[in-house]
Nanobody
Framework: VQLQASGGGLVQAGGSLRLSCAAS????????MGWFRQTPGKEREFVAA????????SYEDSVKGRFTVSRDNAKKTVYLQMNSLKPGDTAVYYC?????????????????WGQGTQVTVSS
């Protein structure tokens, strides 16, 4: 499956962005989907994940209550709604697809990755 992330940009603290990740070339509904982010010199970190049927969602503690992950299997797209953004959320955001049996938080559990989209939050 190929993944294309979009929706990043520059926003002031307190603002919102909605990231999208469109899939092609595979059976989207068979994948758990995750969002990760990375800043220079740091490891890629988990942000949020959603199960195949959207029954299960998981969030990193610092984004709980601010970010919402969702998916539309008919459109083969996963979303990350980001509200109340903080400068600490500045990073390149990546979407990823996982074919295994459950939702994971570790990057190495994911099989396919998108190219990343830059999110910059100014103070």
């Amino acid at each position: 499956v190929q993944l294309q992330a979009s929706g990043g940009g520059l926003v002031q603290a307190g603002g919102s962005l909605r990231l999208s990740c469109a899939a092609s070339g595979g059976t989207f509904s068979s994948y758990h989907m995750g969002w990760f982010r990375q800043t220079p010199g740091k490891e890629r970190e988990f942000v949020a994940a959603i199960s195949r049927s959207a029954v299960i969602t998981s969030y990193e503690d610092s984004v709980k209550g601010r970010f919402t992950v969702s998916r539309d299997n008919a459109k083969k797209t996963v979303y990350l709604q980001m509200n109340s953004l903080k400068p600490g959320d500045t990073a390149v955001y990546y979407c990823a697809a996982d074919q295994t049996w459950t939702v994971h938080r570790l990057p190495n559990e994911y099989d396919y990755w998108g190219q990343g989209t830059q999110v910059t939050v100014s103070s």
